[in-house]
């Protein structure tokens, strides 16, 4: 898996290639956006870090240039930002980036979000769809519509199961309401962003609260 890891802070990217080259990772660095540009007009990367406070170009405006090329139009983004506005987080998502790592980072948890990103891309360029879909002690059949908790079966109305497993396809991608709306009840049915609302919420009753999380103004993603 090929990384490129993009901060205008020296210590903070030798330290996080360092951790990312000893976990087995192909790593490339660039220390300003017009940099990290010009390497993803060469190379393809499976997973682009980008640090959102840069001078002269920005994170998102490097994460909307990257949208527009060719090579990693696909690939996954993931911001590095100690900042918590929802309006830094708004502007990032709609950029076209898939998640944040905030900073202070410990290299544990770095890495652990890392290969949850890197699953998911897998996961979603695989050839074969596995039905069955498992999650800590969260187990998903797609083909039987059942949900289990151990060894517990969770009963899901059809739009619950459904909002579900298109949120468990794509760990930490952030869905928006619009887009759940449209693959969940589609175009023919009119409901409004509300019913979003009350669905997550009756999951949430059924699953627990640890699995989906709310980006303020945004949608939901599912996490583990």
């Known amino acids: 898996m090929r990384i490129l890891l993009v901060d205008d802070e020296e210590d903070i990217l030798e330290f996080l290639n360092y951790n990312l080259k000893k976990a087995g990772y192909q790593v490339d660095t660039a220390q300003n956006g017009k940099s990290a540009i010009q390497l993803t007009g060469k190379h393809k990367y499976d997973l682009i870090i980008l640090d959102i406070m840069m001078p002269e170009m920005d994170g998102v405006e490097v994460c909307r240039e990257i949208r527009g090329q060719e090579l990693n139009r696909e690939s996954l983004i993931a911001?590095?930002?100690?900042?918590?506005?929802?309006?830094?987080?708004?502007?990032?998502?709609?950029?076209?980036?898939?998640?944040?790592?905030?900073?202070?980072i410990k290299p544990g948890v770095f890495l652990s979000r890392i290969q949850a990103l890197l699953r998911r891309s897998s996961r979603s360029t695989g050839s074969d769809e596995d039905p069955i879909l498992e999650f800590g002690a969260l187990k998903i059949d797609k083909e039987k519509l059942e949900i289990y908790q151990g060894e517990e079966l969770i009963h899901l109305a059809k739009k619950e199961f459904e909002l579900l497993y298109l949120l468990v396809s794509k760990p930490g991608k952030v869905f928006n309401r619009e887009e759940i709306l449209q693959k969940v009840w589609g175009s023919d049915v009119i409901v409004t962003n509300r019913t979003v609302d009350v669905h997550i919420r009756k999951l949430r009753e059924k699953i627990g609260d640890d699995y989906i999380r709310t980006i303020k103004g945004v949608g939901y993603k599912f996490d583990y």
């Open 79 to 104: 911001f590095l930002t100690a900042r918590n506005e929802d309006f830094t987080q708004i502007a990032a998502l709609d950029s076209g980036g898939d998640d944040f790592i905030t900073k202070p």
